[in-house]
């Protein structure tokens, strides 16, 4: 028994550990497990809602192939980049709405799946300079970015995706069938069935809800005839990375959406980092910390910038593998090079991507409703955290209302230049960008409760 666990019962392994090899393996597969289906839904959702078609068998094997890059990266340290933890990289499910409303832009202008990624691509490998620069002083953008502003913008990308989840489980966007009751028993079942594992006892099967959902959905998906596997035979079985496959484009409209993300981005992987210190039994304060914190985020913007290059959606640090850690009581850094492998040869072979893109909308609904669902509830949770006096309530109250706001009623803005609308079009940009104004410019300050406030 290694040093750092006598010190810290409740794990079997610590941080600089090497557990046997089995224990290892089998602790790496259920961190698979929990990152599998997060790493590849934005990649589905992006390539359905802006019709990329046969590049998302690619795009899947890119996302799997640079999130195994990124893990090995955040876990190995290489240098002042990475937090040295087991800080799963995966893509980010936060851009999803600045990223369609980036194809879209492109879209508008006659563009295919080339133009459209192109451009995605090229704003993105922009954005993540400002992650990477964010992170040499994230001590002292608190002032003006705080728990009430993070959580404000993360509630407008859950409430904002909720509308893409829902479309999805009705038969996805301009369906013949959108609506019809084979649709919505075939998502209802799979949402059914998540909300029932999520509330097993046996944290195997907890971890795993989605994953298993998102399994019978597509297991009764095909016995109703609704996958066809024809199109695999003609799919490439094996791809390698290719730098900047589809050129690079950039467009100021699309990229501000973008570069307020990486903004709050930088914020909640700090956050992130914390909580996988704290299950990790490593420091919470102090110089090690902050250092930690510092190196994991500037690798979060490494690895987002490494992800454009090759023709994937930005990375950011996955929360729920922390329940991993603490299920198998492995903190251990080296099962992340596990991780990061298992990725790499999942990702090489673009056959995965095509069996998943097969996935009915209707079962990807089911689950993904959950997921957005979740992400808006994180929001209010961390806002949860701030004591609401009259300040606080009416920057949310503005934030909220505009975002909201242009989001139901996209109208609003179609006199004005299509760059105002481009920009503030976006509920997530709109709830930022007030948020944040108002946060810097209103007098006083934001308070958190305390533990005996909550009492």
Not at 235 to 263: R, S
Not at 317 to 341: H, K
Request: net charge neutral.
């Amino acid at each position: 028994m290694s040093n750092n666990s006598e010190a810290n019962p409740d794990l079997l392994y610590g941080l600089n550990d090497k557990p046997p090899v089995p224990a290892a393996i089998l602790a790496a597969l259920q961190h698979l497990l929990a990152s599998f289906v997060g790493i590849i839904t934005p990649t589905l959702i992006i390539g359905g809602v802006l019709g990329l078609g046969s590049e998302i068998p690619y795009l899947i094997s890119m996302a799997l192939i640079v999130s195994g890059v990124g893990t090995f990266i955040q876990a190995k340290k290489i240098g002042p980049i990475g937090s040295g933890l087991v800080a799963l990289q995966g893509t980010s499910f936060a851009f999803l709405s600045s990223i369609l409303a980036a194809g879209f832009i492109a879209k508008g202008k006659g563009g295919g799946p080339e133009e459209i990624l192109s451009l995605i691509f090229g704003v993105c490998f922009l954005g993540a300079f400002i992650e990477i620069f964010l992170s040499q002083f994230l001590h002292k953008l608190k002032t003006f970015i705080n728990p009430l502003v993070t959580g404000i913008v993360i509630t407008a990308i859950g409430l904002s995706l909720i509308k893409v989840g829902i479309t999805d489980l009705g038969g996805g966007f301009k369906a013949a069938d959108f609506g019809s009751l084979t649709n919505l028993a075939l998502g209802g079942t799979v949402l059914l069935l998540i909300i029932i594992l999520n509330q097993s006892k046996n944290p195997y099967i907890r971890s795993g809800a989605i994953f298993f959902g998102l399994i019978v959905g597509f297991i009764a998906a095909m016995l109703m005839g609704k996958v066809d596997f024809s199109g695999l035979a003609k799919m490439d079985w094996f791809a390698l990375p290719v730098p900047f496959k589809y050129g690079f484009d950039f467009d100021f409209a699309a990229f501000l959406p973008v570069a307020l993300i990486y903004l709050i981005t930088a914020i909640e992987s700090s956050g992130d980092l914390t909580a996988t210190s704290m299950v990790s039994k490593e420091p919470i304060t102090g110089d090690l910390y902050r250092s930690r914190v510092k190196a994991g985020v500037f690798a979060d913007g490494i690895n987002s910038m490494i992800a454009a290059v090759f023709n994937t959606f930005p990375n950011t640090t996955f929360s729920q593998n922390n329940g991993v850690i603490q299920l198998t009581g492995i903190a251990s850094r080296y099962v992340a090079f596990y991780i990061a492998a298992f990725l790499i040869i999942l990702g090489l072979f673009p056959v995965i991507g095509g069996i998943f893109q097969q996935l009915p909308k209707p079962v990807l609904g089911g689950a993904t409703l959950v997921m957005f669902g979740t992400v808006a509830a994180a929001g209010i949770r961390i806002i949860a955290t701030v004591d609401l006096d009259r300040r606080s309530m009416l920057i949310m109250a503005v934030a909220f209302g505009l975002g909201l706001g242009v989001a139901a009623v996209p109208d609003l803005l179609k006199e004005m230049p299509k760059v105002i609308q481009n920009i503030f079009g976006s509920a997530v940009t709109m709830s930022g960008l007030a948020a944040i104004i108002l946060n810097t410019l209103m007098p006083g300050e934001i308070k958190l409760l305390t533990k005996e406030d909550n009492i």
